[in-house]
């Protein structure tokens, strides 16, 4: 359930959407201000479309830098530890944690501002990405949809290689289980998943344009406003606070109140704005043409897979752990969506549940991985106000910093699925969700984050989530989700079931008896205990099933106590779940992977992994010779058996121009057939991108020798082992 919904707060968005305006300035409470009044004046950062930083800073000069904010931090994460543990009023945590986010998101854009050493054009890069179709907003023409992007062919053909790799590294490797459910999903199933209640924004409006806002948002970036004016007394600052700090906790009428008190207005025209109305996230339609059946597009791919748990178990012979998977779209009506692909309306979702044994959290491969290096940003360290930290997983584990091994292991395969298709492994790490952070049903969460232009954005979501989806599912639908394992030993347990006399509840009740038996069928021992005081106590009792009332005594039902011998023992098996973005993955590597030619900054190209690059290959003949046709032709027929993707330009400009077109969509290899083509042995050039080295080798060898680096099987070191690089076409014209 990949929720790109982390704000350093109050809920999940990516931090980087703190960012809407040039300067951000972090305000701090009385007390905290009089620890930090020395560094107060580094906290505003300014972002613009360029991150820039000298590099010439050396690591002791950042850290003398960083040192009073790191301080700041580590004070505040002690202060937040020590209200918990006093069992502090709910509204002091509240704000102690405000504040601790407040330091932490000060410290973590000064020292993103310190450590950023290359320069990075943006504008050069979308202006790539539109012009040459990767991909562009949706109904252009009549004015485009925000939130709504069309791939063209690049981006098509980038995206099903990220998909059919995916597909390779997880389901392939791992042998899991794939799926693919319907995007329509009916009410009854968000309501058990807690989408329908919980998954919701308030908004309001621009009184006269109409325009929308978050209103958690609109308020809190107004109250940070007037907390850095000057006339702002400290007792107005603490109120603000104190505001900010209850700011998840405001019903409707709360939040409305307080944005009357504080006179917020629009921040583009300074109109007035509209009370604040609920805003579910999810596309809500009507099923059929009765409209009697209500649903939604789904927000997320995950329940489908929830929902078919039972299937999925007796497909897999019932035995446990094993994980499914599914590639699909998903859906969210954000309010207001921006920053590109990263926070859109529809997206893409690649999810796997693996289900395990809640009291066997181990992995059989966990030691393949465990010595692999990652950058981990430990929920402690982001107390401490300490900076990520590279270890190994083994260690990670060993230490308690990672929960479990099982959920190491799928970490891991990210981490590696990560850097095969083209993220830096310098601009990527997991950051682990503090405890306000996480789900009350979650053990485990970490995000594996990638550092981009916006600051560190959040790809993956992986988590250890227990048993919390399936117990919800087999509780709304009345349907055991559940799993069995064999005892060493045989056991005796206590049985307590509720037995209805279906005579006497049948003529009283009728058709409704059908609904009291199959409810006493499900009871739970606690509610079979409860039900069994009251009858002891009382005679009678009331039950609520359904939205209707049963009034039932003890001639209607009696409750039975008995031991049994079991052989095997039932459980909810919990689940661990990474969760990929495909739209946020694909931005994050193509913006690792834009690159300048040295000396010609007219020349952008992006060094892409062959693997995921659109076109494996193009075919250049030299000019438009008709002796080279027959060559041409061969070429692209010998590819197409072996499944490469390639593209041929035989236009009229130079062989460097048209090497410079390629370059730009990425593709790696590029053929050259020429006059000595002609000739008799037939060879042509093969260059490589990033390199601008050539060789010359015959043409039957060529297809092999592109499928060989596009799989991995070689490199291009390797192939210059066997080939001397080829002085030839190369041209800048």
Same mark, same amino acid.
């Given at each position: 359930?990949?929720?790109?919904?982390?704000?350093?707060?109050?809920?999940?968005?990516?931090?980087?959407?703190?960012?809407?305006?040039?300067?951000?300035?972090?305000? #701090?409470?009385?007390?905290?201000?009089?620890?930090?009044?020395?560094?107060?004046?580094?906290?505003?950062?300014?972002? =613009?479309? $360029?991150?820039?930083?000298?590099?010439?800073?050396?690591?002791?000069?950042?850290?003398?830098?960083?040192?009073?904010?790191?301080?700041?931090?580590?004070?505040?994460?002690?202060?937040?530890?020590?209200?918990?543990?006093?069992?502090?009023?709910?509204?002091?945590?509240?704000?102690?944690?405000?504040?601790?986010?407040?330091?932490?998101?000060?410290?973590?854009?000064?020292?993103?501002?310190?450590?950023?050493?290359?320069? #990075?054009?943006?504008?050069?890069?979308?202006?790539?990405?539109?012009?040459?179709?990767?991909?562009?907003?949706?109904?252009?023409?009549?004015?485009?949809?925000?939130?709504?992007?069309? *791939?063209?062919? @690049?981006?098509?053909?980038?995206?099903?290689?990220?998909?059919?790799?995916? $597909? =390779?590294?997880?389901? !392939?490797?791992?042998?899991?289980?794939?799926?693919?459910?319907?995007?329509?999903?009916?009410?009854?199933?968000?309501?058990?998943?807690?989408?329908?209640? $919980?998954?919701?924004?308030?908004?309001?409006?621009?009184?006269?344009?109409?325009?929308?806002?978050?209103?958690?948002?609109?308020?809190?970036?107004?109250?940070?406003?007037?907390?850095?004016?000057?006339?702002?007394?400290?007792?107005?600052?603490?109120?603000?606070?104190?505001?900010?700090?209850?700011?998840?906790?405001?019903?409707?009428?709360?939040?409305?109140?307080?944005?009357?008190?504080?006179?917020?207005?629009?921040?583009?025209?300074?109109?007035?704005?509209?009370?604040?109305?609920?805003?579910?996230?999810?596309?809500?339609?009507?099923?059929?043409?009765?409209?009697?059946?209500?649903?939604?597009?789904?927000?997320?791919?995950?329940?489908?897979?929830?929902?078919? *748990?039972?299937?999925?178990?007796?497909?897999?012979?019932?035995?446990?752990?094993?994980?499914?998977?599914?590639?699909?779209?998903?859906?969210?009506?954000?309010?207001?969506?921006?920053?590109?692909?990263?926070?859109?309306?529809?997206?893409?979702?690649?999810?796997?549940?693996?289900?395990?044994?809640?009291?066997?959290?181990?992995?059989?491969?966990?030691?393949?991985?465990?010595?692999?290096?990652?950058?981990?940003?430990?929920?402690?360290?982001?107390?401490?106000?300490?900076?990520?930290?590279?270890?190994? #997983?083994?260690?990670?584990?060993?230490?308690?910093?990672?929960?479990?091994?099982?959920?190491?292991?799928?970490?891991?395969?990210?981490?590696?699925?990560?850097?095969?298709?083209?993220?830096?492994?310098?601009?990527?790490?997991?950051?682990?969700?503090?405890?306000?952070?996480?789900?009350?049903?979650?053990?485990?969460?970490?995000?594996?984050?990638?550092?981009?232009?916006?600051?560190?954005?959040?790809?993956?979501?992986?988590?250890?989530?227990?048993?919390?989806?399936?117990?919800?599912?087999?509780?709304?639908?009345?349907?055991?989700?559940?799993?069995?394992?064999?005892?060493?030993?045989?056991?005796?347990?206590?049985?307590?079931?509720?037995?209805?006399?279906?005579?006497?509840?049948?003529?009283?009740?009728?058709?409704?008896?059908?609904?009291?038996?199959?409810?006493?069928?499900?009871?739970?021992?606690?509610?079979?205990?409860?039900?069994?005081?009251?009858?002891?106590?009382?005679?009678? #009792?009331?039950?609520?099933?359904?939205?209707?009332?049963?009034?039932?005594?003890?001639?209607?039902?009696?409750?039975?106590?008995?031991?049994?011998?079991?052989?095997?023992?039932?459980?909810?098996?919990?689940?661990?779940?990474?969760?990929?973005?495909?739209?946020?993955?694909?931005?994050?590597?193509?913006?690792?992977?834009?690159?300048?030619?040295?000396?010609?900054?007219? $020349?952008?190209?992006?060094?892409?992994?062959?693997?995921?690059?659109?076109?494996?290959?193009?075919?250049?003949?030299?000019?438009?010779?008709?002796?080279?046709?027959?060559? @041409?032709?061969?070429?692209?027929?010998?590819? =197409?058996?072996?499944? !490469?993707?390639?593209?041929?330009?035989?236009?009229?400009?130079? !062989?460097?121009?048209?090497?410079?077109?390629?370059?730009?969509?990425?593709?790696?290899?590029?053929?050259?057939?020429?006059?000595?083509?002609?000739?008799?042995?037939?060879?042509?050039?093969?260059?490589?991108?990033?390199?601008?080295?050539?060789?010359?080798?015959?043409?039957?060898?060529?297809?092999?020798?592109?499928?060989?680096?596009? =799989?991995?099987?070689?490199?291009?070191?390797?192939?210059?082992?066997?080939?001397? @690089?080829?002085?030839?076409?190369?041209?800048?014209?």
């Amino acid at each position: 359930m990949f929720c790109y919904r982390t704000l350093y707060g109050f809920r999940r968005i990516a931090p980087n959407y703190l960012l809407k305006s040039p300067g951000v300035r972090i305000v #701090f409470s009385a007390e905290s201000r009089k620890s930090f009044n020395a560094i107060l004046s580094t906290a505003t950062t300014t972002f =613009s479309l $360029r991150l820039s930083h000298s590099g010439t800073m050396g690591d002791a000069k950042i850290e003398e830098i960083l040192a009073p904010l790191r301080a700041a931090v580590k004070k505040q994460g002690d202060l937040v530890r020590k209200l918990k543990q006093e069992a502090a009023s709910e509204i002091d945590v509240k704000k102690a944690v405000t504040e601790l986010k407040a330091c932490k998101k000060l410290l973590e854009d000064k020292e993103l501002s310190l450590t950023t050493d290359e320069k #990075f054009d943006r504008a050069k890069l979308e202006d790539t990405l539109k012009r040459r179709f990767f991909y562009d907003q949706s109904f252009a023409i009549y004015g485009g949809v925000s939130g709504l992007y069309d *791939f063209g062919p @690049v981006g098509c053909a980038i995206k099903a290689n990220f998909t059919n790799l995916w $597909r =390779s590294h997880f389901i !392939i490797e791992e042998s899991m289980l794939e799926v693919d459910c319907t995007v329509l999903t009916p009410h009854p199933v968000f309501k058990a998943s807690g989408h329908v209640d $919980r998954f919701a924004d308030y908004m309001v409006k621009d009184e006269k344009t109409g325009e929308c806002f978050r209103a958690d948002h609109l308020l809190k970036a107004h109250l940070e406003k007037l907390m850095k004016d000057k006339k702002t007394t400290a007792e107005q600052k603490d109120k603000m606070n104190t505001v900010l700090s209850l700011l998840d906790n405001y019903d409707q009428a709360g939040l409305a109140s307080v944005l009357r008190e504080y006179d917020v207005k629009s921040p583009t025209t300074n109109n007035p704005v509209t009370d604040p109305v609920e805003f579910n996230l999810m596309f809500a339609t009507q099923i059929g043409p009765a409209g009697n059946m209500p649903g939604y597009l789904r927000p997320e791919t995950a329940q489908g897979i929830f929902v078919n *748990f039972k299937r999925l178990l007796e497909f897999n012979q019932g035995r446990l752990p094993f994980a499914a998977a599914q590639i699909g779209q998903s859906f969210r009506n954000e309010i207001s969506p921006r920053s590109g692909l990263l926070r859109v309306r529809e997206f893409t979702q690649l999810e796997i549940e693996h289900f395990i044994d809640p009291n066997d959290k181990d992995h059989p491969k966990f030691e393949d991985v465990a010595d692999i290096e990652v950058l981990l940003f430990s929920g402690s360290s982001q107390m401490a106000g300490k900076s990520a930290e590279r270890t190994t #997983f083994g260690k990670a584990v060993a230490e308690g910093v990672i929960n479990s091994k099982v959920l190491a292991y799928f970490m891991a395969r990210t981490y590696l699925f990560m850097i095969k298709v083209g993220v830096q492994p310098d601009k990527c790490r997991f950051r682990q969700h503090l405890d306000n952070e996480m789900a009350h049903y979650a053990c485990d969460c970490w995000d594996a984050e990638t550092k981009t232009s916006y600051g560190w954005v959040e790809v993956v979501g992986c988590a250890d989530r227990s048993c919390y989806d399936l117990k919800q599912h087999a509780a709304h639908s009345k349907v055991p989700l559940i799993a069995e394992k064999k005892l060493k030993d045989p056991k005796t347990i206590s049985v307590i079931e509720v037995l209805p006399n279906k005579g006497a509840v049948g003529k009283k009740f009728k058709k409704d008896a059908k609904i009291l038996t199959a409810h006493f069928a499900n009871m739970t021992k606690e509610q079979c205990e409860a039900l069994e005081k009251n009858l002891e106590s009382k005679g009678e #009792f009331t039950l609520e099933v359904e939205g209707k009332t049963f009034d039932l005594n003890k001639d209607m039902v009696s409750v039975k106590r008995y031991e049994k011998t079991v052989h095997v023992e039932e459980f909810t098996p919990s689940v661990i779940e990474p969760s990929f973005g495909l739209g946020r993955i694909m931005y994050s590597l193509l913006e690792h992977n834009f690159k300048v030619r040295e000396g010609d900054e007219q $020349r952008t190209y992006f060094s892409l992994p062959p693997a995921i690059a659109p076109y494996k290959c193009s075919i250049l003949p030299l000019s438009n010779n008709k002796d080279f046709e027959p060559f @041409v032709k061969q070429l692209a027929r010998a590819f =197409s058996d072996e499944g !490469i993707s390639h593209t041929v330009d035989s236009s009229s400009v130079s !062989i460097g121009r048209r090497y410079a077109r390629t370059d730009e969509i990425g593709i790696p290899f590029g053929i050259t057939v020429d006059f000595d083509t002609v000739k008799e042995p037939h060879t042509a050039t093969l260059r490589d991108r990033d390199s601008l080295q050539q060789i010359r080798a015959p043409l039957s060898e060529l297809p092999g020798i592109i499928k060989d680096l596009v =799989s991995g099987r070689r490199t291009w070191a390797n192939v210059l082992e066997q080939y001397p @690089v080829f002085q030839g076409q190369e041209t800048t014209s």
